[in-house]
């Protein structure tokens, strides 16, 4: 037919999007310490990331496994986010279940400053809770609508600093439902 073979390519770059999460940096199965199993599949996150030129890491939840992680799991996550960082790609943290949110909390202003986004709790769109992020060419911007895990006692909180009313009697998944529009 005379046309053109091959994948058609868009006439703008497109931003390269990596998520992932569950990392449990610290478990233990059966005794044993999975943190050299960890760091392999980071240093392989941190390869696919550099050599793709992703442009936005989303870490979603359950980064540690315990609220109090040891130093030697820190040191893990922590070095495979400035390895990130120096892949050229911008990374956001969302804190999960198992994370501690006051922790992450106390170093989202460190995080900033090294490039990093951290989501330790809900805030409005307007105050952290829409993250935009510029793509390596400047071309694209993402909107990371950033709600991390939201405990069940915490929920009306939230639905109450984003102005919704909520009837107690509703399901949580329907609260973060609402939690998720209101940052959309």
Known sequence: TGGR????????????ILHTGDWHAGQTLRRRHRLE???????EVVTVARDEEVD???VC??????????????????????????AGATTVILA??????RRFGAIEGLMGELGIHVAA???RPKEGGIIEILSRDGNETAQVAALPWVPERLLFRGEEMMGLQ????????????KLVNALC
Not at 37 to 43: A, D
Not at 65 to 86: K, Q, T
């Open 61 to 86: 939840g359950d980064i540690f496994e315990h609220s109090a992680p040891s130093a030697e799991a820190e040191r893990l996550v922590y070095g495979a986010l400035l390895e990130l960082r120096d």
């Open 166 to 177: 909520g009837e107690h009697q509703q399901a949580n998944a329907e609260r973060h439902t």
């Open 5 to 16: 073979r091959g994948p058609v390519r868009p006439s703008h770059a497109l931003m390269k």
């Open 96 to 101: 999960g279940n198992h994370d501690n949110a």
């Open 56 to 58: 936005l890491v989303l």
């Open 121 to 123: 709790q809900v805030k």
């Open 37 to 43: 199993e960890l760091e392999e599949v980071l240093s």
